[in-house]
């Protein structure tokens, strides 16, 4: 499994780079270096490049604002691989081999079960406000979509209560079949992918289906392979037929804005047909690669391979529930999960309020910026917003670049009250400088009713 892993996971870090953000000016040496791990993993998976995939994709997370969950499954892949690594090289042959299957399980279960998790609050639940709904409507808002078919397009946007419920039984669904029957469990994800790709997220489906190959045994790769070599045309026929569909139907016009989603939408519909086709026939059952089995788990695992496993179990856990303890809300599978956090809006079924260190927004309760034709609208909408710090410090650099007299602010943060008498003063800032890593989401309602709020 781990030379197909490697050459997977390279094609992950490709897709990810092909983002938007990876592509400015100021990503250029941190993508240049996760480029060359991604070839070298491509090429033979040497354990360089799993560092400097590594080095990259950390560097995105803590320096370069990147929010994307799919960095950080990428960095804790990436460092499952190492962790391994450096076992074979004290001495466990095979580690590589045996290990980081299982590592990789763990850690593409976590993220999978920590979506199901943030999405366990009142407003996604609640079909007025619900992510599941939002990403619906603008599936089925497409002009096209509607001169198809306007009334079941105008039945799925408006009447759909029971669709935030039936999302999260498809997550969890998703995660007990990984779980028992783990062959079943990708083609459900890869599934449940195909609309996420096609509203909100063009790369998440190519990262998470890297970690998709250690779910499978060797027999069932291989018999994928068979599958491929021997149904190759009709799999890109009906792969090929369905993306035309969705090309005419939904967002009409991307292919001349954004060309490379339309590309990796193509790509997940080939995942999709080929997965089904394959598991679903039982492909040569024969040579066991019947897809019926639970494969390689932890049960199944030796006990260095179990104690690996579970350390990067225990690291998904942690990274999962720094939400909740408001060190950071990006990075933790809580996009598109209507999840609050801050302490008037706070909204988990799950986790109370109190496991948070503090209130990690800034809401600004005064400020006096200079006189103008806006400034009464200026004023009304930052007092309507939360800040995080790093948006709250950036903020304070345009608003001081316009203003001429104390700019007098007074501002609640952590439950304390802070009156500042001249926020562009040199010592004005009331604060620790905020950290270069995008944490939270820069601002915020204060109002916690609002339609699919990520």
Same mark, same amino acid.
């Given at each position: 499994v781990y030379p197909i892993y490697a050459r997977a996971y390279g094609l992950a870090t490709l897709a990810r780079l092909s983002l938007p953000d990876a592509m400015e000016g100021r990503w250029l040496l941190v993508a240049l270096v996760h480029l060359a791990g991604a070839s070298m993993l491509l090429f033979n998976g040497c354990i360089l490049g799993w560092l400097l995939c590594l080095i990259g994709a950390l560097s995105g997370v803590l320096w370069l604002g990147d929010v994307l969950t799919q960095s950080a499954y990428?960095?804790?892949?990436?460092?499952?691989?190492l962790g391994c690594a450096m076992a074979q090289w004290r001495g466990r042959d095979g580690f590589l081999r045996d290990g980081l299957p299982v590592?990789? $399980?763990v850690v593409t279960v976590g993220f999978y079960a920590w979506a199901v998790i943030h999405k366990l609050n009142r407003d996604f639940l609640d079909s007025g406000t619900s992510c599941a709904n939002g990403g619906l409507e603008r599936l089925v808002s497409s002009s096209r979509f509607v001169e198809f078919s306007q009334w079941f397009g105008a039945t799925l946007a408006t009447d759909a209560r029971a669709w935030p419920i039936v999302y999260v039984a498809i997550e969890l669904g998703v995660v007990a079949l990984l779980l028992r029957r783990p062959a079943w469990g990708v083609l459900c994800a890869a599934m449940m992918h195909v609309p996420l790709t096609i509203i909100f997220a063009p790369s998440f489906a190519l990262v998470m289906a890297s970690g998709w190959v250690c779910f499978f045994r060797i027999a069932e790769l291989e018999a994928l392979g068979r599958s491929f070599r021997h149904w190759w $045309?009709?799999?890109l026929l009906v792969a090929g037929g369905a993306w035309c569909v969705s090309q005419r139907l939904f967002f009409v016009g991307r292919w001349s804005t954004d060309p490379d989603w339309c590309i990796k939408e193509g790509l997940v519909w080939i995942l999709v047909v080929w997965l089904g086709l394959t598991i679903v026939r039982r492909a040569d059952a024969q040579h066991e690669g019947d897809f019926r089995g639970p494969?390689?788990?932890?049960?199944?695992?030796?006990?260095?391979?179990?104690c690996w496993a579970l350390v990067m179990g225990l690291l998904v856990v942690a990274n999962g529930l720094t939400p909740y303890l408001g060190l950071q809300f990006h990075h933790t599978g809580a996009m598109l999960s209507n999840l609050r956090i801050d302490a008037a809006c706070h909204n988990s079924l799950i986790f109370p309020l109190g496991l948070q260190v503090r209130d990690p927004y800034v809401r600004i309760e005064s400020i006096g910026l200079a006189p103008g034709p806006t400034t009464a609208d200026s004023v009304a909408y930052i007092q309507s917003r939360l800040f995080s710090m790093r948006a709250l410090y950036r903020a304070r650099r345009r608003w001081c670049a316009k203003q001429t007299e104390a700019l007098v602010v007074t501002v609640t943060h952590g439950g304390r009250r802070v009156e500042v008498p001249n926020l562009c003063a040199e010592q004005g800032w009331p604060f620790g400088l905020p950290l270069p890593m995008r944490r939270f989401q820069a601002t915020l309602p204060r109002t916690c009713h609002q339609r699919c709020i990520h």
């Open positions: 990428l960095v804790l892949c990436a460092l499952s691989a590592a990789i $399980r $045309r009709w799999i494969g390689v788990w932890l049960d199944r695992a030796a006990r260095p391979e179990k």
